[in-house]
């Protein structure tokens, strides 16, 4: 079983699109992240969310959202994609102790043309 | 964002040698300190995890933590080929349990 698992693994949309992220976490953990990755390998956080609380990176265009329907799910949603937006994005899930690791999931590779 | 600091490398090592990768960090409320391994193209992997200072070690892995200094780094011994991946250092500040990643370092292992 797949305790991080998110979909697509790869997306290639135009510019000015709206795309969805799919995440989904079977391990029962508490909070859960998007994180993009940029060219340099450099993981940085976007968001983490633990049905309580939503914390927002404020350097995050509002063209992102994320959106929980329930404990183990956190989607991303983009609006009108631009070239800048072409990374690899993580989705990951801890429990909330704060002393247990994040695990990750597979991440999905944005490319927008 | 709190700042997590990692060389970027490229690190090389020859087989066999000792690999050692260092990290500090700004926040002084950080509270846990993870090291993560990521091969190209796929998800970062948990290396090893240290909450209190002093040596942790993990059969060819060992990490330190010096709260004092604001210092994490990693040591491998006996690196091998397999080692070759990019190294990322990570802090959770407890509050909001936030994990904050540096840019990461490239570690080649020389056959």
């Known amino acids: 079983d797949t305790a991080v698992s998110q979909t697509p693994k790869y997306l290639v949309t135009q510019m000015g699109n709206d795309k969805s992220i799919k995440c989904e976490q079977n391990?029962?953990?508490?909070?859960m992240y998007w994180y993009k990755q940029d060219s340099k390998k450099f993981l940085k956080i976007m968001f983490s969310y633990n049905n309580k609380e939503l914390i927002i990176n404020e350097t995050v265009p509002n063209r992102f959202s994320p959106k929980s329907p329930d404990k183990a799910h956190l989607n991303l949603h983009i609006n009108s994609l631009e070239l800048g937006d072409s990374a690899v994005y993580f989705c990951?899930?801890?429990?909330?102790?704060?002393?247990?690791?994040?695990?990750f999931g597979q991440g999905t590779r944005l490319t927008v043309v | 964002q709190k700042e997590v600091e990692q060389n970027s490398g490229p690190l090389s090592v020859p087989e066999g040698a000792i690999a050692s990768l260092n990290c500090t960090y700004s926040?002084?409320?950080?509270?846990?300190f993870f090291w993560y391994r990521q091969y190209s193209g796929k998800s970062p992997e948990l290396i090893m995890s240290i909450y209190s200072n002093g040596d942790k070690e993990d059969g060819r892995f060992t990490a330190q933590l010096n709260k004092a200094s604001q210092y994490v780094s990693l040591l491998i011994r006996d690196s091998q080929p397999s080692d070759s991946a990019t190294y990322l250092c990570?802090?959770?500040?407890?509050?909001?349990?936030?994990?904050?990643f540096g840019t990461g370092t490239s570690l080649t292992v020389i056959p």
């Open positions: 990570a802090v959770n500040v407890h509050t909001g349990n936030q994990f904050y």
């Open positions: 926040d002084r409320v950080s509270q846990s």
């Open positions: 990951a899930s801890s429990q909330a102790t704060g002393e247990t690791e994040a695990f």
């Open positions: 391990l029962g953990h508490d909070t």
